[in-house]
């Protein structure tokens, strides 16, 4: 955030309901380049916003916060004894408020992306994309909500010329919110999957809840859909707006990918647009990131990249943090992939397993998690899955017995499935190994499965 005053900032949260916020007492002059929500890492000069959910309440920390070096506070309290406050109705609505205003000072090229697989991937290949051509912002880590964009937003700075906003979403009406905050020219839906299908019911909902993202889509805006997604395939899409496909299979798309070498490390492929051939690669194992970097160079181009330059950008992505993860651990391959899960991804994640050829392996699966009605039938349906793609199953949680059911009905030993009790499945997987396994780790993020993986090396 640049540096603004304590004025400045009254002003942007009255931008658009003069008298909304107020100065809390006879405040003085002040100034602020940054903003923090979190008392613990608030850095000194920042401005100070204390969010309050049913089990917190920020304001109990902004003594600390204080003490830390922050420069104001924003509060729902008034009778807050603090000189450098502004006095606000509701601290997160202030937080949306700010960074809206804030946004609207700036006029870089914004990609709004959303999608229920692979959006933190398809971001970091699009901001690599743009950042071969521009000063790029992205969203950092996971910060794709309705704390996570405002946060991202107030990080503009007037050198940055392009911003991919990654926008995430648990229910119908959030991305709505989201996207008209961040306002993109460029909307990016990776596809339609069945994540958070636990609270929004159907496919169709799920859809309907992505296809949000348009209502703050700039007028003459881009939409790069996936082609090879039934449901966005056939989404109606306001004429106002100009759509790009991509796609692997869909040979009508506008982005295609042809030639495509699969290896353990990553892929080698073409790109197909506008009649011409540009060769890319990947280091990002399976089929499905070859889509991600699909979505990643058809917004380049939508943004005027060359697609020389987006097509030979997209190899400078590495895999990070939980995500895929490929490590050597004692003489085994393993593919650490906990950041999150869903059947979608559940089934990306298996075919990479089965891509390493002539080798024993091993799928250490746990929950996946906000499924609702749909997740005993979910997780069977990835045990059969894993038949096609491992050969030996350990399931770890509350379902186990629905993976280990999937995988028995159809046809793996039942001498090679195992639902270990959760503190027994690391001691377990240590048996079981042997030097030249692949061994896969995937589940949602609040089974950290990661801790097993660790326990058992």
């Known amino acids: 955030m640049i540096r603004l005053s304590g004025e400045q900032i009254l002003a942007l949260l009255n931008a658009e309901e003069p008298g909304w916020a107020r100065p809390a007492h006879d405040m003085p002059a002040w100034y602020a380049d940054g903003v923090s929500t979190d008392s613990r890492s608030v850095r000194p000069g920042e ?12 304001h109990e920390y902004i003594g600390m916060a204080l003490t830390a070096g922050a420069a104001g506070v924003l509060t729902a309290r008034a009778e807050l004894p603090c000189a450098a406050s502004i006095w606000v109705p509701d601290t997160r609505l202030a937080l949306q408020k700010l960074a809206s205003a804030y946004r609207a000072q700036f006029s870089p ?11 933190t991937t398809t971001k970091e290949l699009t901001a690599a994309v ?29 050198a940055d010329e392009a911003a991919v906003i990654e926008m995430g979403m648990s229910h119908l009406r959030e991305i709505a919110l989201l996207t008209r905050l961040a306002r993109p020219d460029i909307a990016v839906i990776t596809n339609v999957g069945t994540s958070h299908i636990g609270n929004l019911g159907s496919q169709e909902n ?21 082609g090879d997604d039934a449901f966005l395939n056939r989404a109606e899409i306001p004429a106002k707006f ?23 490390e990553g892929s080698e492929f073409s790109i197909v647009w506008n009649g011409k051939s540009y060769p890319a690669a990947l280091q990002l194992a399976g089929r499905h990131h070859i889509c991600n970097a699909l979505a990643a160079f058809a917004a380049g181009i939508a943004g005027g990249v060359a697609p020389e330059t987006a097509a030979a950008a997209l190899v400078t992505v590495l895999p990070e943090g939980m995500r895929q993860r490929v490590t050597e651990k004692d003489g085994c391959t393993v593919i650490e992939d906990c950041y999150n899960a ?19 392996k091993i799928a250490l699966l746990g929950d996946m998690l906000e499924l609702g009605e749909f997740a005993a039938s979910a997780h069977r349906e990835i045990g059969a899955e894993a038949v096609r793609s491992a050969d030996i199953l ?5 379902y186990a017995a629905e993976f280990a059911a999937g995988a028995r009905e159809n046809g793996m030993d039942p001498n090679c499935i195992f639902t270990p009790a959760r503190a027994n499945a690391a001691e377990l997987l240590r048996e ?23 326990a058992a090396f």
């Open 342 to 360: 869903n059947p979608d991804s559940m089934r990306a994640a298996l075919k990479v397993l089965s891509g390493y050829k002539n080798r024993r």
């Open 206 to 226: 799920i859809c309907r809840a992505k296809l949000e993202i348009l209502e703050g889509l700039a007028d003459g805006g881009t939409v790069v859909l996936n």
């Open 242 to 264: 100009r759509v790009l496909k991509f796609a692997i299979e869909n040979e009508a798309a506008d982005v295609r990918a042809e030639n495509i070498c699969e290896k353990e």
């Open 432 to 454: 079981i190994r042997r030097s030249g396994d692949v061994i896969l780790v995937k589940a949602s993020r609040g089974m950290r499965m990661e801790e097993i993986a660790a």
């Open 47 to 58: 401005l100070f916003i204390p969010l309050t959910g049913e089990r917190f309440d920020g």
């Open 109 to 119: 090229t914004v990609i709004g992306l959303t999608g229920s697989v692979g959006k």
């Open 394 to 398: 350990l399931a770890v949680g509350t």
């Open 130 to 158: 743009f950042s071969a051509h521009c000063q790029t912002m992205k969203t950092n880590g996971n910060f794709n909500n309705d704390i996570g964009v405002p946060l991202t937003l107030l990080r503009f700075d007037p």
